[in-house]
């Protein structure tokens, strides 16, 4: 039966509704928070894949009742289901993902990273933000339409966005399950809670591990030292080549990409980043640019005697692992040749360099001109009652660009709980603020009216 949207659902009318199940979404919440769902390997797969059943019970329960798991060949199961279209209406694919990074409160937590704790208007544990908000607010917002449904609803909760994703490949093997006219990606956020944000642009991201050695073995600094390359000293030299005077990242050949959407304002960025009192940024351009379009080079490991066991020796081995975040529209394999390129020529008095276990992954070009994208942006801003921004996200989300490519018709939508100022992913003492996650449901569900109305946006 074709469904007639023509019920008047107004923001307050849904908003209040909402507000009646809230109590649901944040015990629900609260529960998932306590399964420790780390996907990276060495980590134990029973809390991953009691996470997987977990979500399909929480989105049969909220109104998607075929939710179920796919097998993904090589990795952790998905979280699939789908309420077809009424005759006409466009399909919606909602996205999340269920992995989370790894925690343990000697990372600095003032609470048990895996227990659930409210405190000041947010609800703090791992994955609070990233990512089981959004499993929450897809849930919730099947759940706000009440049995009526506008459009077409696919649900995709991943298992392995923060570690090597096997969903790529079986997207690019079964496309048709993801055929639909627009993504909504729920992964993504505010730079401050309750100032709305759309995401148009992710860096893609490249990695490698560089070697240095020099000598058989390791060998008296006295006897020895001098004439004799140290292999941490050659290490230091090439990865200070990475970075110009300024602070730009110094490899020839890196893409840029153009940025013109907001700014960051450089007092909210040094608060929010805990620059120290004095020290500068670093870079040219725009706070926004830098952050968002523009490449930078971090050294995220150095493999080198700690001070305590520092010894009078020659080192003769020495390595670091780089990560470099790329502009969106780079094109990740060459990025990473240039990478290593740059790294071997650094390479001082001849000493053996050797770069390895590349892994690298593309950016993302959100397209905004469509009408879905503009009725999420009209919806967003109804809702928050304020000026809709748009930024840039300085993570990779490689899944996005695979579905560009399936689906090249749909548009995206990135959006989400998540925020800057507090939110604190990946890190200690990791919270989302309670009223994002509210305006979030509400607006995700009155988005999906607004599409469905037979005077909404073209198809």
């Not at 780089?322 to 001082?348: K, T, V, Y």
Request: proline residues 8%.
């Amino acid at each position: 039966m074709e469904y007639n949207n023509t019920d008047p659902i107004t923001t307050e009318a849904m908003s209040a509704r909402v507000r009646t199940f809230m109590p649901d979404v944040i015990g629900d919440l609260k529960k998932l928070i306590s399964i420790a769902s780390v996907a990276f390997p060495g980590y134990p797969p029973k809390p991953v894949q009691l996470m997987a059943a977990r979500t399909v019970d929480l989105l049969i329960r909220y109104g998607l009742p075929d939710a179920r798991l796919l097998d993904i060949p090589g990795g952790y199961p998905a979280v699939f289901g789908e309420i077809p279209a009424p005759p006409g209406a466009p399909t919606v694919l909602l996205y999340a993902h269920y992995d989370v990074q790894p925690a343990q409160k000697e990372d600095g937590w003032g609470t048990d990273p895996w227990t659930a704790v409210i405190k000041d208007a947010r609800l703090y544990g791992r994955g609070s933000a990233d990512n089981k908000s959004g499993i929450m607010t897809i849930a919730a917002t099947i759940r706000a339409l009440a049995g009526e449904y506008p459009v077409g609803i696919k649900v995709v909760i991943e298992g392995e966005e923060e570690t090597k994703s096997h969903l790529e490949q079986f997207v690019m093997t079964c496309p048709d399950l993801f055929r639909c006219d627009l993504f909504i990606i729920t992964d993504m956020g505010k730079i401050v809670a309750g100032e709305p944000v759309l995401s148009t642009t992710l860096r893609g991201e490249v990695s490698c591990t560089v070697t240095v050695r020099t000598l058989a073995r390791a060998v008296h600094s006295g006897v020895f030292g001098g004439p004799a390359p140290d292999a941490l000293v050659a290490l230091i030299r090439m990865l200070a080549t990475l970075h110009d005077g300024n602070g730009d990242t110094a490899i020839p050949g890196l893409s840029v990409y153009p940025w013109s959407g907001e700014n960051y304002p450089e007092e909210l960025y040094r608060r929010l980043s805990g620059l120290l009192n004095g020290v500068d940024t670093i870079g040219t351009g725009t706070i926004g640019s830098r952050l968002w379009s523009k490449p930078s080079v971090t050294v995220i490991g150095i493999d080198a005697p700690a001070v305590r066991e520092a010894a009078n020796i020659l080192i003769p081995q020495a390595r670091a692992r780089i990560s470099m975040r790329i502009a969106p529209q780079a094109d990740p394999q060459q990025e990473a040749g240039l990478l290593a390129d740059h790294l071997r020529a650094a390479a001082p008095w001849h000493v053996l360099a050797e770069v390895s276990d590349v892994h690298y992954s593309s950016g993302f070009i959100c397209p905004t001109g469509g009408p879905w994208y503009k009725a999420a942006r009209k919806v967003l801003g109804a809702v928050y009652q304020q000026p809709v921004h748009e930024a840039g996200g300085g993570g990779s989300i490689p899944l996005m660009n695979v579905l560009k490519q399936v689906v090249p018709a749909a548009e995206f939508v990135l959006w989400g709980c998540e925020d800057n100022e507090r939110s604190g992913i990946h890190g200690p003492d990791e919270s989302v603020d309670l009223g994002e996650l509210e305006r979030m449901i509400i607006t995700q569900a009155l988005l999906l009216k607004e599409l469905g109305k037979p005077h909404g946006p073209p198809r």
